[in-house]
């Protein structure tokens, strides 16, 4: 954890945590969710003993508001300044935190941590509103199996994992994706919304590719069982050690992942990995970037599965 975690007062001052927030999220004053009314001078602070800190009102639509409407934190009885030292200590550690040591650290119950961690995940989610690659640029794809299928018997082969498909441009992002199986029909479409076809595409030797690769500028591909790894510039060592953080956090730190969250940790993984220390972005900027991420993301606990 960084030094400023001990010493920033918005870490442990509930009134510095919420200017803060505040701060972030309206850079330019306070703007009514409900309305999306920006006019301060129809925006009020309601005051009082038994008034929540941070609430106004809004006087064009006439309905009160806080930071936390319409954001992960909207509803959550969790301190906000609990809620930024989660946030930091989930994008300041590689392979993320545990629930069991947010609980402990920020002494909440279990099941707040468990809650908490999955809103800042959706948080961390990506829009993915432009194609990775483009002309010159090599993206990488290949699939890995994490756990167990929910009600799938296991048997040979690899049938009775859930599949993960990751996409990895080469010095830039990646963006993962849970599918159900890797045939062309499942992995195809996600190729064509999120990659430039200008784009070389890396891939190994698995044939399900050789058709997708015509959909691209060039492809390229390795053929890891022949133990090549690396030929001039085709190989899938990016997109592969994407993989070993992921799996070192998924089995050494998270251990239980049900199936119908496995997304949101696929969120969470790549928002650091798109976040990383090599494109010049600290602790505190990533940090700072998953805050800014909250808005218009809800998530409430029969949504998560609780």
Known sequence: MSKSVLTAPEFHDEAAALAYIEGRLWPKGPTCPHCGNADTAKIGALKGKSTRPGLRKCYACYKPFSVKVGTIFESSHVPLHLWLQAIHMICASKKG??????????????????????????AMKSTGTTSLGGKGKHVEADETYIGQKAGV????????????????????EARSFHIDRTLTRHIRPILARNVDPASTLNTDEANRYATMGKDFAAHQSVNHKAGEYARGDA??????????????GMRGIYQHCGERHLHRYLSEFDFRYNT?????????MRADKALKGVVGKRLTYKAAGC
Do not use: C, M
């Open 235 to 248: 190989t899938t060592n990016t997109v592969e050690g994407y993989f070993s953080i992921f799996k070192r």
């Open 97 to 122: 935190v545990s629930s069991n040591q947010l609980h402990r650290i920020l002494g909440i119950t279990l099941k707040s941590a468990w809650f908490l961690s999955h809103r800042i995940r959706l």
């Open 153 to 172: 018997t296991p048997g040979r082969g690899f049938e009775h994992k859930r599949v993960v498909l990751t996409l990895v441009e080469r010095g830039g």
């Open 276 to 284: 990383r220390a090599k494109l010049g972005v600290d602790d505190a």
